[in-house]
């Protein structure tokens, strides 16, 4: 089986795929002036529809996500955007955790790990 680095960059890949599995990196949101949690969870959730189509998976094929709010308190405004988006005969298994995140602005950043289409 091969490994498959889709938008390698010199320190992270944002999505790995070997065999059937699909592995994205954290993704937050590209643009964040004026942005809150819905929002920004919009944005990521669209990138990962993005990459999982690059990788030849897609949002019912996710197995698990692991969400990383900035404040838990805003736990209500991301899962507007989340239930909005996911595939409700396919929900993966999840987590939602708060956490420093790699800079002010962001507010959120989720993690998926997926299955390939066949």
Do not use: C, H
């Amino acid at each position: 089986m091969d490994i498959q680095r889709i938008e390698p960059g010199k320190r992270m890949s944002q999505a790995v795929t070997f065999g059937d599995m699909v592995y994205l990196a954290g993704q937050v949101a590209s643009d964040t002036v004026g942005t809150g949690v819905t929002i920004q969870t919009q944005q990521i959730l669209s990138e990962i529809d993005r990459l999982l189509a690059a990788a030849g998976s897609d949002k019912a094929r996710i197995l698990s996500a692991t969400v990383y709010l900035a404040d838990i308190a805003t736990f209500a405004e991301m899962n507007a955007a989340w239930d909005a988006w996911v595939a409700p005969e396919n929900p993966p298994a999840r987590a939602t955790v708060e956490a420093k995140l790699a800079a002010p602005e962001y507010l959120v950043e989720i993690v998926v790990v997926a299955a390939r289409s066949r």
